[in-house]
Each structure stands twice: as C-alpha cells, then as structure tokens.
C-alpha cells in the first residue's frame, strides 16, 4: 500500500503535475513513442532538480527468437530507441549550469539488456537466442570516458576474449561513479551485512574519464529496506521499480533497459 500511496501523490502533486508535459515538438523530435516520451520526463525531472534520483525507463520486445529481420521486430525497436536516447543525451548536454558543466557530466546514462542474443541463427528462423556469454551496453555522462569501447569478442560474437568485465564489475564501477566504495557499502539480509557486490567486484578502471571519474558531489543517501530495489520520485520519496540501487543520492542516474518481454 505505500508504494501505491507514493505512486498516487506523485502523480497528484501539483509540483510534479509540469514535468509531465512536453511540447509536440519534442515528441517529433524523441520519435513520438512511449520510450521517447518517458525520455522527454526523464529529461524533465533531472532538469527541475526536485529531488529525483534514479530513473528507470522501459523498452519492451526485444524478444527475437524468430524472424529477426521483419519490419516489426529489430529495425522497428532501433527506430524507436535510436532518437528518443540521441536526443536524451544531447539535451542534457546542452542544459548548462552557472559553473559551466551540463546537466549530462552531472548524470550517469545507463543502456543495457538482460543478456546477449546469440550470433547464430534459432531453430532455422531467422531467430536468435538467449545467450549468456557476451553481451553490450553502454554508459554516458556521469564521469565516463567518451568515445570508448571497452572489451572484445571473437569474430563470431560468441566469447568476450579481451577485457571481460563481470556484473560484479559493473556495479561496482557504477557506484563508484556514484561516489560509492562497494566493498565498505552493506545492507543487512538475514541478519548478515551484504555488498551489492556480493565478495568480488573490481572497478573498470579503463572506462572512467581524466579526473578519474565520479559525478560531483556531495553524496546524501539513505538505504532503504533490501527487498525495495530503486528509488526514484521528484518528492525524495520512495517508488519502487526493478534494479539494482537500494540508495537515494543527491545526483542522478538513468537506467534505460531494454527488454525482451
């Protein structure tokens, strides 16, 4: 019942009540889809500074297990999602602030999957399937290097054979440009204290920017109960959504995730 009463008063609140608006303008521009609309409220909430912290955003059907290269399955999902993250990315570039660093360095821009799909065709098809061995994402803003590619895989897409970087490593990283240190941050779980991390998980050195990342400062969060996984709400308050982030900060992150169903 609290997270339905949270959802009711964010939605009722006549603060948040603008920052569901957009111009017909951007719609066109974001590509006028529901992921280029939630792009544009993301985009709002980070820009009205009212407390939000995390963002989550959705894009469905990417379940290609079959007939791949139709109309209606991977050039339609590109479509949709090419625009609505460009434009995303290129506002928050261009909103500045007084001291001269843009709404982007202060946020981190995550886009990733569940997995990989494999690089040979299912069941004769024109398929792919899930496939646990490789797969990419990309981060933007946030204390990242730009223009980076990180890791490899063999010609055939089927093994990561330069630079693996595990989930482990990836939360890691991610906290750590979230001023974070993942090996003192716990939570406690049936009466033990638990990393996100679990016991490994080293930070990619090699994809942080020249002042060796981290979005700036200072750093406020609060942990909440460990079953309640994301928080974001233009009030501080708590919502809860999928991921991987029991915290509130006082900067930002998005988390796009592209989904198969």
Not at 127 to 133: L, S, V
Not at 157 to 162: A, I, K, L, S
Not at 198 to 223: E, Q
């Amino acid at each position: 019942n609290d997270h339905y009463e949270s959802a009711v008063r964010l939605l009722s609140d006549p603060r948040t009540a603008p920052l569901f608006q957009m111009s017909k303008e951007d719609k066109a521009r974001y590509g006028g889809t529901d992921v280029g609309d939630a792009c544009i409220i993301a985009r709002n909430l980070i820009e009205a500074d009212a407390g939000t912290r995390f963002i989550f955003l959705l894009h469905r059907d990417w379940d290609h297990h079959s007939n791949i290269y139709t109309r209606n399955n991977i050039y339609k999902r590109s479509e949709e999602l090419d625009p609505a993250l460009s434009n995303l990315l290129e506002d928050l570039a261009s909103r500045k602030r007084a001291n001269g660093t843009s709404l982007l360095d202060e946020t981190l821009v995550i886009a990733v999957g569940e997995f990989g799909r494999t690089p040979m065709v299912q069941g004769g098809s024109d398929g792919r399937d899930h496939h646990n061995r490789c797969f990419s994402f990309w981060l933007a803003g946030g204390g990242v290097k730009r223009g980076h590619v990180h890791g490899e895989t063999d010609d055939l897409g089927f093994n990561v054979v330069r630079d693996p970087v595990h989930v482990n490593d990836l939360n890691a990283t991610l906290l750590y440009l979230l001023g974070f240190d993942h090996k003192k941050l716990t939570y406690r779980v049936q009466g033990l204290d638990m990393r996100l991390t679990g016991i490994a998980g080293n930070v990619v050195d090699g994809i942080l920017g020249r002042r060796g990342g981290r979005i700036p400062g200072p750093y406020r969060f609060s942990l909440h109960a460990p079953e309640v996984t994301e928080v974001w709400h233009p009030l501080g308050e708590q919502l809860r959504l999928k991921s991987c982030f029991p915290l509130r900060l006082s900067e930002f992150a998005i988390i796009v995730t592209a989904r198969a169903w």
